[in-house]
């Protein structure tokens, strides 16, 4: 099991949950399942961000990783060939990138999600609903405390367009 923050997208704090390895095998976008390739954890939670929220401009999801633009195109660039994101003009900014999920990649994100919360069924199988409370209010208070230490550190918003 293991508990990561991914980012900050608006006034909402992104956290993974999950259960297993660190990696997951994706189907090959080439090979439609036939070969599978590794995709460590920051890209599949670039896949469950732009999922989530929508089409994100390149510029936008270096800052929400914390990473110079290049990483984040070389990063875009091994999910598109998994097919797993796609890339864009923005209509609004000829110059920029959008990036959106594709139906593959939505497919991963919906399995992701579907196991870990099988896995924490599972996990809290036995759990009176006053310890999930507790748990749940201690997860909330985790968010608070980490949304004021992201919201503390300055950001280096040079490589944006």
């Known amino acids: 099991m293991c508990l990561g923050v991914v ?3 608006g006034d909402r704090l992104i956290l993974h949950v999950g259960a297993g390895t660190p990696h997951q095998s994706v189907p090959d976008a080439a090979g439609a399942g036939q070969s599978e390739r590794q995709a460590p954890p920051p890209d599949l939670w670039l896949v469950d961000r ?7 401009r390149m510029s936008e999801l270096a800052t929400w990783q914390s990473v ?7 990063q875009v660039g091994k999910l598109e060939k998994l097919g797993l994101v796609q890339r864009a003009p923005d209509p609004q900014d000829r110059r920029a990138i959008v990036v959106s999920v594709t139906d593959a990649g939505r497919r991963l994100h919906e399995e992701s999600r579907a196991a870990a919360c099988a896995a924490f069924d599972t996990m809290l199988g ?16 985790l968010v608070e405390s980490l949304e004021k230490h992201l919201s503390a550190r300055p950001q280096d918003h040079s490589t944006e367009r």
Not at 50 to 56: I, K, L
Not at 68 to 74: F, G, V
Not at 128 to 139: H, K, N
Request: proline share 3%; charged share 25%; aromatic share 6%.
């Open 68 to 74: 110079d633009r290049s990483t984040m195109t070389a």
């Open 126 to 141: 036995d759990w009176t609903d006053q310890q999930r409370q507790q748990l749940s209010e201690s997860l909330a208070h």
């Open 7 to 9: 980012g900050k997208s």
């Open 50 to 56: 732009v999922s989530e929220f929508g089409p994100a």
